[in-house]
T-cell receptor, first 116, second 111 residues
């Protein structure tokens, strides 16, 4: 159980375009989802926390107008990178949890974004 | 926010050797977790620890939650080539709180 599906796994886009990444909890309802960013050979940096039906909470230094997060249902959260630039190229990973679930969080398989 | 210091940063070992890595924090956590990440994939949970002093095993992996709640270690015994990857510690305050990650330990196992 506790499977999180993230899509797409890889995306290449042109500068100035927007990219949407989806994170779905397949066999449980995720009350909270988290979005992380990971640079090569670096750790995971929390970008934002999203709770179903409410606005996401962004970490300091993360532009909320740049990284739009929507958590419209208990099984789906989306991250949209707007007006992407090459410096937005990175590995983005989501994780999800069910309230009260004890076993840490389940991660998606990540999305490799390359902005050219 | 809480800082997690994970060491060593990287390890190069021979197949069959034991491995030890640890994490320390300036703040206490209620849960410590250890994850493994393969290239191009999301982290996969290896062991979760919920009580200070708790020692938990998962096959060849053993992890402990420090008494002070500010540290944890992970041991891998008799390493094999498929142990290669990046190991992250993570601390969590509560069930719905976010996790904070260590910088990772990159493990290379030579056959």
């Amino acid at each position: 159980g506790a499977v999180v599906s993230q899509h797409p796994s890889r995306v290449i886009c042109k500068s100035g375009t927007s990219v949407k990444i989806e994170c779905r909890s397949l066999d449980f309802q995720a009350t909270t989802m988290f979005w992380y960013r990971q640079f090569p050979k670096k750790s995971l940096m929390l970008m934002a926390t999203s709770n179903e039906g409410s606005k996401a909470t962004y970490e300091q230094g993360v532009e909320k107008d740049k990284f739009l997060i929507n958590h419209a249902s208990l099984t789906l959260s989306t991250l949209t990178v707007t007006s992407a630039h090459p410096e937005d190229s990175s590995f983005y990973i989501c994780s999800a949890t069910l309230s009260g679930l004890r076993y840490g969080y389940t991660f998606g398989s990540g999305t490799r974004l390359t902005v050219v | 926010g809480q800082q997690l210091n994970q060491s060593p940063q990287s390890m190069f070992i021979q197949e069959g050797e034991d491995v030890s890595m640890n994490c320390t924090s300036s703040s206490i956590f209620n849960t410590w977790l250890w994850y493994k990440q393969d290239p191009g994939e999301g982290p996969v949970l290896l062991i979760a620890l919920y009580k200070a002093g708790e020692l938990t095993s998962n096959g060849r992996l053993t992890a402990q939650f420090g008494i002070t709640r500010k540290d944890s270690f992970l041991n891998i015994s008799a390493s094999i080539p498929s142990d290669v990857g990046i190991y992250f510690c993570a601390g969590q305050l509560g069930n719905n709180n976010d996790m904070r990650f260590g910088a990772g330990t990159r493990l290379t196992v030579k056959p």
